[in-house]
């Protein structure tokens, strides 16, 4: 079980290392007005998003649903904290889905957001971050 939790946790930093990195491209890539710029960080946020991000979603929910089947569901029906970490994550998907979203905008230049938007949308996974490492740490409810 705990080689399942470290795995999990693994993948769960590489995940949002590319959650942290990706909007950080997005705002240099907003503010770039040269074609050289534009397609190098085309690339970059292809690879990113591709090759690091959603195959570090992909396997941290792997040994996460791993793990909360080898504790039993019904364990859990009464711990609040479960609950809403899952519901966070499901906020996270849809955070993850947006990063898809703008990536496709940036991508075929129909971009209409600026960088100070980005900016912004670039905090969004330090509160998702925070609340889920106090869920499963504290279980607070």
């Known amino acids: 079980m705990l080689w399942l939790k470290a795995l999990h946790l693994i993948f769960m930093v590489t995940w949002f290392a590319g959650l942290f990195y990706l909007p950080r491209l997005y705002v240099y890539h907003a503010q770039s007005d040269d074609e050289i710029s534009n397609a190098r960080f085309k690339i970059m946020e292809r690879k990113l998003f591709y090759g690091i991000m959603t195959p570090g979603m992909i396997i941290t929910f792997i040994f996460g649903f791993w793990m909360l089947g080898d504790y039993a569901w019904?364990?859990?029906a009464g711990m609040g904290w479960i609950h809403a970490k899952l519901a966070l994550l499901a906020g996270l998907v849809v955070y993850h889905y947006y990063c898809y979203r703008f990536l496709n905008d940036l991508k075929f230049d129909t971009n209409q957001r600026s960088h100070?938007?980005?900016?912004w949308f670039n905090e969004v996974p330090v509160l998702f971050l925070?609340?889920?490492i106090i869920l499963a740490v504290v279980k607070p409810f």
């Open 74 to 76: 019904a364990m859990y």
């Open 130 to 132: 925070a609340l889920i």
């Open 116 to 119: 100070i938007f980005y900016r």
